[in-house]
């Protein structure tokens, strides 16, 4: 019953932007820390952003001043504004939600971002 389900990833040229949706069901969605992650051809996964059921948020370096995360916890959903896209920004984009005490962790099917001119 537990689901998360990603949507926005698209085809979109240097400098452009996206917004990422994560729709979650089937668990109490302001109890977890949520995060997205990426994962490009021939990479690990790397975290992008995460933010606390509070607000709290963080990001990777690369992140820092072009992606936004935000959460709604009244419709359950996650979201990451992107901007400024870089080719190097093209990955797999995944949701993921972590209990901040049992540290028990679900993932999202993921969507596809692909930066090209």
């Known amino acids: 019953q537990v689901q998360l389900v990603e949507s926005g990833g698209a085809l979109v040229q240097p400098g452009g932007s996206l917004r990422l949706s994560c729709a979650a069901s089937?668990?109490?969605?302001?109890?977890?820390?949520m995060s997205w992650h990426r994962q490009a051809p021939g990479k690990e996964r790397e975290l992008v952003a995460s933010?606390?059921?509070?607000?709290?948020?963080n990001y990777a370096d690369s992140a820092k001043g072009r992606f936004t995360i935000s959460r709604d916890n009244a419709k359950k959903m996650v979201y990451l504004q992107m901007n400024s896209l870089k080719p190097e920004d093209t990955a797999v984009y995944y949701c993921?939600?972590?209990?901040?005490?049992?540290?028990?962790?679900?993932w999202g099917q993921g969507t596809q971002v692909t930066v090209s001119s």
């Open positions: 933010i606390t059921s509070s607000g709290s948020t």
């Open positions: 993921e939600a972590a209990h901040p005490v049992i540290k028990y962790t679900y």
């Open positions: 089937g668990f109490t969605f302001s109890s977890y820390v």
